[in-house]
């Protein structure tokens, strides 16, 4: 048929669509970690509970966009012609998000292990309150970095 496009010409918009779902997952999904621990902790056990599990689910799921949205990335890149066809912000980009995953395995997810720890041994939750202000900053800082992956793809200069 005349209007027939090949699989080859799609893939660079389908990546794209795909790669902006993950950002999307990546940058969301960890957006309300920090309310929900303060509150929840607020709240006493038997409430604070079920914070682990439902932190633990959601620090999955943002890992796994995190890796998928670095895998989409480069495949975008290769699919344009290589690094050396892709402008430097992308690069930087690139560097950023892989700065940001390195971010929350060392610093953010050690500061909610140690929440975590306190809660599952029903300890004092005034301490995992103290603890989860530090973890907010922590994770502030990763979505600080997150920000910035986001202005750099999307602000063409």
């Not at 932190?55 to 050396?84: D, E, N, P, Q, W």
């Amino acid at each position: 048929s005349p209007h027939r496009v090949s699989s080859a010409v799609m893939m660079p918009p389908i990546l794209r669509v795909l790669h902006l779902f993950c950002m999307a997952v990546w940058v969301g999904s960890p957006l309300n970690a920090p309310g929900d621990i303060r509150r929840t902790l607020a709240l006493g056990y038997p409430y604070a509970e079920a914070l682990v599990p439902r932190i633990k689910r959601s620090a999955r799921l943002t890992m796994a966009a995190g890796f998928l949205t670095i895998a989409t990335g480069l495949a975008l890149v290769f699919a344009l012609g290589g690094f050396k066809a892709v402008p430097a912000r992308i690069h930087i980009g690139m560097g950023l998000s892989l700065l940001t995953l390195l971010c929350g395995a060392l610093v953010v997810d050690p500061a909610w292990r140690k929440i975590a720890r306190t809660v599952q041994a029903k300890g004092d939750l005034g301490q995992a309150a103290v603890l989860s202000r530090r973890f907010t900053v922590k994770m502030g800082i990763e979505h600080i970095f997150r920000l910035s992956v986001i202005v750099l793809m999307a602000w063409r200069v």
